[in-house]
């Protein structure tokens, strides 16, 4: 038997424990491997980046490359802190490049998509 002090609420307890028997741990699953970013062509001079507000994994990506998109679109959706977050187009043009793909996570201030 184990004995351990426990504080509660600045109450201090002794508890004892009983070890019973030797329990197998399951076995844990490696995490499946997340995809790579596709390696992004560079966008041209006059593109404006969208960029990531916060970190997080990227749930879907919802354009391509030469995708015409007008102001307000959802490019992708952002998961940060358990809620799904829509990236939207601050304007009107066409996606010049794609720098994440699904399964991504990104930090504050990465580039999800150029538009031209």
Avoid: F, W
């Avoid at 399951?26 to 997340?34: G, R, T």
């Amino acid at each position: 038997m184990k004995k351990y002090n426990i504080t509660v609420n600045g109450t201090t307890y002794e508890v004892s424990v009983e070890e019973v028997g030797v329990v197998a741990s399951a076995p844990v699953a490696a995490p499946a491997p997340v995809a790579a970013a596709p390696a992004a062509a560079a966008a041209p001079a006059n593109a404006e980046g969208v960029k990531a507000p916060m970190p997080g994994n990227i749930m879907k990506v919802n354009v391509k490359v030469g995708d015409t998109v007008k102001k307000g679109d959802t490019l992708c959706v952002l998961e940060a802190m358990k809620m799904e977050n829509d990236i939207k187009a601050s304007r009107d043009g066409s996606v010049a490049a794609v720098h994440v793909s699904q399964g991504a996570t990104v930090n504050t201030g990465d580039l999800l998509v150029s538009l031209s």
